[in-house]
Structures are given as C-alpha cells and as structure tokens.
C-alpha cells in the first residue's frame, strides 16, 4: 500500500512533467474502481465512461493541486465522487434538493431487516440492491456507496462530501432506514424471512 | 451499559468505528441483552444485501484514450459538453416526437374540418343557396300580369 502510494507519487510527478505514459499508468491503476463507483449511480455504460473519463482529465487538470502527503486515491476519489454529483445536478436531480428528504425520512423500522435468502444468487442480490439504491436520494445513495461498498470509514466519508463525523452517522442511520424501508416495499417477499 | 446507549452505538460497532475501549463494554452487554443482540443482527442483515458485484466493464484501451485526451489539453470540460448534448439530442428527438405528434393532429384535423364541411353542405343540385330561385317562375308571371294590368287601367281600383 505504501509502496503504491509511492508509485503514484513518482507517476504524477511524472505526468506533471508531461509523460503521457505515467499518466496512463495511473489511470490503469485506478480505472476499475473508478468504473465500480460511477456503476452504484448509472447502469448506462456510455455514461459510466463519459463520467469516468471526466474524472480522470479533471484529475489531470488539477495534478498540480494534488497534495502529495494524502493518498491519490481519495483524492482521485473525491473528483469521481462530485463528477457524479454535478452530473446528477446537470440532469435535474440535486442532492441539495435531497437534503429536504432528510426530514421526511421515518424513524426505523420495526420490522426486522431482511436478508437476502441463502438461494440469491450474487448477482440477484446486487441487482435488487442497486434496484432499492437508485430510488434513493443522492444523500443517501452516496453514504451508503461510500460506507457499504468502497469500506470507507466515517472520517474518510467526512473528509470526502464536507461533513462531520456527526452528519455521516446519521445520515448513514436515516439511509439504512430509508434503504429497509424501500426495499421492503419493493420486496414484500424478503420481509418474511430472516 | 443502557440499551438506550448500546443501540446508539450498535452502527459504529457494525461499522468498525468503535475503539476496543468503547466496543469491549457493548460487546459485554450484547452478549446479555437479547433484543440489543436482536438489533445488531438486523443491521448485519441489511449490510448482506451489500454483498460486491461483479466488476464494472471497462472498455480496452480506455487508460489511453484519455491519457491521450489529458495530454492534448481537454479539460474535462469538452466530456461535460458531450453529456449536455446528448442531452440535447435526447431532447432533440423529444422534440421531433412532438412535432410529428402536433403534425399528425393538425392533418387529423383538417380531415375533419373538411369531412364535417362536406357533412354541413347540402347534397340535392336542386337545393339553391337562393331562396327565391323555385319561386321565380311565380315571380315573372307576377310581373307579367302587373305589365298587363299596367296596359289596362280601368282594372286598376280606383284612387279614393
């Protein structure tokens, strides 16, 4: 990890410099990943590319601003992370719009939660996941992407969408509320197990 | 511990955010307290339903394409373009939808208008927009004898 950390260092000086080939390197390393995130908010695979491509060239944009003491990869991150949410802006749906939501969202449950049967195919379940995410607000969507899949820990999340801790807990708190809530809905069949 | 805490804390615990200091003692009373052992459970269900997918696909050569773009000098901004315009062309062919939409109804109708004016307009080539016209034989002979009564004036009533 560290000696990646290093790598990216030495390849952003590089492609500071000008080197086309250290740039690329870069994005190799991280595309993947990049793709993963922008896949949690479009299924659209021309506009994942256009978003991830997006990312990358403002990542190149600001190389210089790039503050080498923190990892490439949240900050790289970071750009991927407004580059959905400014597109999401773009196409009339604002995340600041979401923030009314908050209030709107009921206390938990009482219902336990369901769990995805032990018949589900990986694949299924993300499918019915990603179907429950997208009827979410952005708000919302982004904590859970960000805690739940990337494995960020709350400071991470903080650091990354301009919060404190304290909003990350319970925005993530009234997201898995909203989260149970939808898919319990959508899914009446899972509220029986578990 | 109070329950009242302990719940409070169960999404850090899930989470991995807790301190051992702080999550020793939770621990402790979820091993004694059944329905705060219930509520962690449920959030470990909710966290299952966010098993990893398969990898996103990314297209071959996509890592130089944009170094390639990086280093022509395209901001980034250009791809924003393009989303605007195939927003654009998507509202284009919106437009276009509508358009043909509003033609088809102007022609629809314009065959009504024209089949309804058709409906409205009498049929029998006997029938005159002239009211006078079945009448106007009547009328000569009406004219023809005041003619003769003219040429014979003792038939005229006499002035008083």
Excluded at chain 1, 63 to 73: G, N
Excluded at chain 1, 102 to 107: D, R
Excluded at chain 2, 37 to 64: C, I, M, T, Y
Aim: charged share 25%; net charge negative.
């Amino acid at each position: 990890m560290e000696q990646e950390a290093t790598d990216d260092t030495c390849l952003v000086e590089e492609a500071l410099g000008g080197n086309q080939a250290s740039f690329q390197l870069l994005v190799e390393r991280y595309e993947q990943r990049i793709f993963n995130l922008i896949r949690h908010y479009t299924r659209n695979p021309v506009e994942i590319e256009d978003l991830a491509q997006e990312t990358f060239l403002k990542a190149f944009r600001r190389l210089s601003s790039f503050q080498r003491q923190s990892s490439f990869y949240t900050w790289l991150y970071r750009i991927g992370v407004n580059t959905i949410l400014d597109s999401l802006k773009r196409r009339g749906r604002s995340p600041v719009q979401a923030v009314e939501d908050l209030e709107a969202v009921p206390a938990a449950s009482s219902a336990s939660s369901p769990s995805p049967s032990a018949t589900l195919e990986r694949e299924e379940i993300a499918r019915i996941t990603q179907g429950v995410l997208e009827e979410l607000p952005e708000i919302f969507r982004t904590v859970l992407v960000l805690r739940e899949y990337e494995d960020m820990a709350y400071q991470d999340i903080a650091d990354m969408l301009g919060i404190s801790i304290g909003t990350v807990e319970s925005r993530l708190f009234r997201a898995r509320a909203r989260f149970k809530e939808r898919l319990l809905q959508k899914h009446p069949e899972f509220g029986n197990e578990s | 511990m109070e329950c009242q805490n302990a719940r409070s804390m169960i999404p850090s615990y899930c989470d991995g955010e807790l301190s051992e200091a702080q999550a020793g003692p939770l621990r402790q009373h979820l091993l004694d307290c059944q329905p705060c052992r219930g509520s962690a459970q449920d959030l470990k269900n909710l966290k299952r339903w966010f098993a990893a997918s398969e990898a996103a696909a990314v297209p071959h050569g996509f890592a130089a394409r944009v170094a390639r773009r990086a280093m022509q000098g395209d901001t980034g901004e250009l791809v924003a373009g393009e989303a605007v315009l195939r927003t654009g062309e998507e509202g284009g062919r919106l437009l276009h939808f509508v358009l043909a939409c509003t033609a088809a109804a102007a022609g629809l109708m314009l065959m009504l208008a024209i089949g309804v004016r058709q409906l409205g307009l009498p049929q029998s080539p006997r029938i005159s927009a002239d009211p006078t016209k079945p009448s106007l034989e009547r009328a000569l002979q009406d004219l023809d004898r005041i003619n003769r009564a003219e040429k014979a004036p003792h038939a005229l009533p006499k002035k008083p």
